[in-house]
Structures are given as structure tokens and as C-alpha cells.
């Protein structure tokens, strides 16, 4: 069963132009959401997270959107760059101090074009 | 250690053979996961380690899988018999409440 749903699977922006990745969970009891950020060859890293008592979070060019009704969180990276270039992954878990077992997205390759 | 090491990076074997792959983790994290991610697509959760509990294995897609973790640090992974449905990159980490996961550069598990 595939508890987090993550769209679209790739995706194509100009340099300066926002990207927004989407997730979609469906288990209520979840309570952190982290977004991840891969290179190839290299394992994947935490980018930003957030809990459910906040609708948004910024981490610098990087937002964390929110909808606990919706079952739904986004992640926006404003001003994208060429080496914002790499696969982005969503994730959840039940437990909100970030070291329980995880349930990932499929993920979502970013591009970045000049 | 600086971060999470994985060894081999690389190890293609023969099916039916058994493969086993290490995980160091950064000294004093609690937790330790294995994850597994087959091309494109996404990390499927395997097992879990959490301080002294028993591991949580309901990840693990049959009984040629198995892992331990030592000590409360270093973690092995063990495929029997592996199959060319087993090809993946097998992804370790830890972490320490609050901090998230660190992950390792991963194990790529070639089958042939």
C-alpha cells in the first residue's frame, strides 16, 4: 500500500523559475514530513521538514507548504538553479522527532535548464 | 565517523549467491534504517533498529533477508540466495531524535 503519493515524476524549470513538487498522504496519524534531495551516486539528504502545527516553512529558497484537511504538503523552491538539479523525495512518519521508520514517495526528478 | 559509511559500494554477484553489506553509522545515533531503491523509484523501507527494542523487519519482502546490528552500531545486511529481483542500491542510515536521518552513499547490488 503506498501511503504517500508524490507528483509529478519529473519536471522541467528555467533557471530563476519556481519549482513546486506535490504529496499526498493518506494515513492520519502521520505527524512529520520531511523532503529529502538526491545526487546521483550519493545518498539522499535532508533538505526540510515540517509538523503538522504549522501550515508553511521556509528554509531559505526552500518552502514546505502544508494541508492537514487535505492530506496534502508541497514543497517550492523559489529563484531555482542548475544546481537545484536532482531527485526530491517527500516522506512521512508517525512520531515527530525525526528518527522513526520513515514511509517515502516514489520521487521527483528536478531539472534544472539555463 | 564523519557520516555514515556503506561498504562495498559496489558488488555484483551471481544469483543464487549470498551477498552481505555493511553499514557504519555515525558513532552515537540510536537508530538505524536499511532502505532499498530499485531505478526510479522511490526508498522501500526494509528494517529498523532503535537503540536496544527488538528491530522492526516489516519491511523485509521475503526470508532470504536479514540484518543485525552489533553492538548498538555497526549493521549487516544479509541476502541468501539472491535473485535478479534483489538488483537495487541499498541505502543505510541513522539518526538522533531531532536530527533526521543521515544516509549513507548506498551498496549498488548488481544480480547476474
Known amino acids: 500500500q503506498q501511503q504517500v503519493k508524490q507528483s509529478p515524476q519529473s519536471l522541467i524549470v528555467q533557471k530563476g523559475g519556481i519549482s513546486i513538487i506535490n504529496c499526498a498522504y493518506e494515513?492520519?496519524?502521520?505527524?512529520?514530513f520531511p523532503w529529502y534531495q538526491q545526487f546521483p551516486g550519493k545518498g539522499p539528504a535532508l533538505l526540510i521538514a515540517?509538523?503538522?502545527?504549522?501550515s508553511e516553512k521556509k528554509e531559505g529558497r526552500f518552502t514546505i507548504s502544508f494541508n492537514k484537511s487535505a492530506k496534502q504538503f508541497s514543497l517550492h523552491i523559489m529563484d531555482s538553479q542548475p544546481g537545484d538539479s536532482a531527485t526530491y523525495f517527500c516522506?512521512?512518519?508517525?512520531?515527530?522527532?525525526?528518527?522513526?521508520?520513515?514511509?517515502f514517495g516514489t520521487g521527483t526528478r528536478l531539472t534544472i535548464i539555463p | 565517523g564523519a557520516g555514515v559509511s556503506q561498504s562495498p559500494s559496489n558488488k555484483v554477484t551471481e544469483k543464487g549467491k549470498d551477498v552481505e553489506l555493511r553499514c557504519d553509522p555515525i558513532?552515537?545515533?540510536?537508530?538505524l534504517y536499511w532502505y532499498r531503491q530499485s531505478l526510479g523509484q522511490g526508498l522501500e523501507f526494509l528494517i529498523y533498529?532503535?537503540?536496544?527494542?527488538?528491530?522492526?523487519k516489516s519491511g523485509l519482502p521475503s526470508d532470504r533477508f536479514s540484518a543485525e546490528r552489533t553492538g548498538g552500531s555497526v549493521s549487516t545486511l544479509t541476502i541468501q540466495r539472491t535473485q535478479q529481483e534483489d538488483s537495487a542500491v541499498y541505502l543505510c542510515?541513522?539518526?538522533?531524535?531531532?536530527?533526521?536521518?543521515?544516509f549513507g552513499s548506498g551498496t549498488r547490488l548488481t544480480v547476474v
Open positions: 542510515a541513522s539518526s538522533l531524535p531531532g536530527y533526521g536521518y543521515t
Open positions: 494515513n492520519t496519524a502521520f505527524d512529520y
Open positions: 515540517i509538523r503538522p502545527d504549522v
Open positions: 516522506a512521512a512518519s508517525i512520531g515527530n522527532f525525526g528518527n522513526e521508520k520513515l514511509t
Open positions: 558513532s552515537g545515533h540510536t537508530a
Open positions: 533498529f532503535q537503540g536496544n527494542s527488538a528491530p522492526d
